[in-house]
Structure formats: structure tokens, C-alpha cells
């Protein structure tokens, strides 16, 4: 089957910086479009951003200018480089991508990740 683990995860305080990534690994036959959500406390799971299988990127307003999505296809992965923390971005973030797999049978799964807490101290 296929999976994604996230890393990156941690404590900063504001104003800095992180990167976090996800691998997708397992009977992967391509991958289509990545991307990263967070969920704080008491709020709904939102979408950060995203990015196709070409390139092109989303943002949610409250992350533009500061949080930057890239991805390697030839290591199933996706970045999220994380500038600029304020004490509005902890979460749990995490990783989602629609892949197809061939594994019993050629079909298609939207997978996501266990995520990766980010702490923005006071």
C-alpha cells in the first residue's frame, strides 16, 4: 500500500523558520497533487497549500508571502518551508496527496499523512 510520513515538526519561536517534509512511499504508480493542511486547536482542518504535479502553487491568504510549497517527484516528497511564525501558526500540520497505486489493483487514493505538530512559543 502507500503511505506519507511527515517530518520537520517543532518548537520555534516567533518570527522563525522550519521546514517540514513528507515522503510518500509504497507501491506508487505517480503522484498528483500534494499538498499541506494544519488543524489548531478547536478549529477545522484548512488547507495551507498546495501544488500540482507541474508546479503550480496555492496559498491560503493567511500563509502568502510566508510559507513556500515545493516538491521532488523523483523522490515522492513535498516541502513546506515555513517563514516568519506567528503565534496563529501552531498546528498540527499535514501532508495529502492523490496518487495511484497498482497495488492489488491500478486505482486511485487520496492519502494523507499522521502530520507534524509545529509550537510557536509566547
Known amino acids: 500500500q502507500v503511505q506519507l510520513v511527515e517530518s520537520g515538526g517543532g518548537l520555534v519561536q516567533p518570527g522563525g523558520s522550519l521546514r517540514l517534509s513528507c515522503a510518500a512511499s509504497g507501491s506508487i504508480a505517480s503522484i498528483n497533487t500534494m499538498g499541506w493542511y494544519r488543524q489548531a486547536p478547536g478549529k477545522e482542518r484548512e488547507l495551507v497549500a498546495r501544488?500540482?504535479?507541474?508546479?503550480?502553487?496555492n496559498y491560503a491568504d493567511s500563509v502568502k508571502g510566508r510559507f513556500t510549497i515545493s516538491r521532488d517527484n523523483a523522490k515522492n516528497t513535498v516541502y513546506l518551508q515555513i517563514n516568519s511564525l506567528t503565534p496563529e501558526d501552531p498546528a498540527v500540520y499535514f501532508c495529502?496527496?492523490?496518487?495511484?497505486?497498482?497495488?492489488?489493483?491500478?486505482?486511485?487514493?487520496?492519502?494523507w499523512g499522521q502530520g507534524t505538530l509545529v509550537t510557536v512559543s509566547s
Open positions: 495529502n496527496a492523490g496518487i495511484f497505486t497498482y497495488v492489488p489493483a491500478y486505482r486511485y487514493l487520496e492519502v
Open positions: 501544488i500540482t504535479s507541474g508546479g503550480n502553487t
